[in-house]
């Protein structure tokens, strides 16, 4: 069991880092590990998903978890044996974006946020990108790495249609999103090795 788990653990690592250009200063920082989908819903605005790794194989809330095509949620309770996911598509869940074009992989310079309106399984708004910034349908949508939840340049979907918003200044951004929602049923936590000493720095600020 450890020599499968320690092979799929080898082989979605060396997957992510050949499709989704992950930053390698930062992948030994992560551990990739497999998981089993038991449930999981798509049809709600908060949806979830349970996967049989829990805290017997070192999984704790706040980590996020991948398929080998795009991000799915994050761990937001955990028992012996069973974690239980929040989904993308959950009208609640958050993680910081940027976009890059995908002919010269140059990234916008700019961070975004991730936000599903409840909608369809396929699709999500990118907020928050400057109109001044210049981007095109088709940039990929990728995850900025400001937290450990996520390795920075994973690949969350594709921008699909870009309308601009005279009132705010910011786009009016869909993206299709790369992960299929309806047919998970292997999944990647991704857990930071150095999470619990991150969190320990933090913990005595403010964060609003």
Known sequence: MQQKTALLES???KDSIRKFSIDTTRTDSFQYIPALVIKNTTYRSYNYLTVNQGAKDGIVPGIGVVTTSGIVGRVIEVA???SLVQ???NVD???SLTALNPKTEEKIGSIGFYNWEGKRTDRAKLTF???TVALDTGYVVVTAGNSTIFPPGYTVGSILSIRSDQSDGFYDLEMELET???QLRYVYLIKPNNKTIL???EEDYPTE
């Open 129 to 131: 990108i400057p109109e």
């Open 87 to 89: 989904s993308a598509l």
């Open 199 to 201: 969190d320990k720095l």
């Open 93 to 95: 869940f958050r993680v």
């Open 11 to 13: 082989e979605v690592y």
């Open 180 to 182: 299929d929602f309806n």
């Open 80 to 82: 012996q044996e069973y």
